[in-house]
Antibody, heavy 121, light 108 residues
């Protein structure tokens, strides 16, 4: 059974960089069959896809966040990470890591439990 | 960008009711539509993928239909554990995935 677990600070100051890590167990980020994604959900609101990474390091980002987002992968630790720079209160959200298939029909089949990140001074 | 619009935004129903939730895409997305269920404090869980395919382990009372721009999620007989929020998600314009705003299903 694949499991994903987010970790990182729950409080980030405005203008600083949000950093989160997703640790994968029961599966490998080096699998060529999947992309590894970050998705966020502001409190009481809907879901926003942030971006994904392939084991090779290939990335794709949501254009609305592209200038501030970096996703990286560490295959030796079976982890992938998110960095979001210059955060504001609008970046306060539950951040999820999730797995999406590398081919059609591209759905998110495994998710982490989510971690709330609050942007506040 | 492809926009996804769900209706209704909220819905009250009783155990045993048949419920339908609609998702409309701003342009044709063929059958590239997935449905998720989210309970409070939990991550979303996929129910239906490719518009009509039931994910393994999901009860058969859930079904999906549609293609092009209009899609529906139907729960044939509501159970107490089905009260949750439901999201649709398009995967046509991969890698740009977008979700609907959600439909909150509440107990009447």
């Amino acid at each position: 059974q694949v499991q994903l677990q987010e970790s990182g600070p729950g409080l980030v100051k405005p203008s600083e960089t949000l950093s989160l890590t997703c640790t994968v167990s029961g599966g490998s980020v080096s699998s060529g069959s999947y992309y590894w994604s970050w998705i966020r959900q502001p409190p009481g609101k809907g879901l926003e896809w942030i971006g994904y990474i392939y084991y090779s390091g290939t990335t794709n980002y949501n254009p609305s966040l592209k200038s501030r987002v970096t996703i990286s992968v560490d295959t030796s630790k079976n982890q992938f990470s998110l960095k979001l720079s210059s955060v504001t209160a609008a970046d306060t959200a539950v951040y999820y890591c999730a797995r999406v298939g590398g081919g059609y029909p591209y759905f998110f089949d495994y998710w982490g439990q989510g971690t709330l990140v609050t942007v506040s001074s | 960008d492809i926009q996804m619009t769900q209706s209704p935004s909220s819905l009250s129903a009783s155990v045993g009711d048949r419920v339908t939730i609609t998702c409309r895409a701003s342009q044709s997305i063929s059958s590239s539509l997935n449905w998720y269920q989210q309970k409070p404090g939990k991550a979303p869980k996929v129910l239906i993928y490719a518009a009509s395919r039931l994910q393994s382990g999901v009860p058969s009372r859930f079904s999906g239909s549609g293609s092009g721009t209009d899609f529906t999620l139907t729960i044939s007989s509501l159970q107490p554990e089905d009260f949750a929020t439901y999201f649709c998600q398009q995967s046509y314009s991969t890698p740009m995935y977008t979700f609907g705003q959600g439909t909150k299903l509440e107990i009447k």
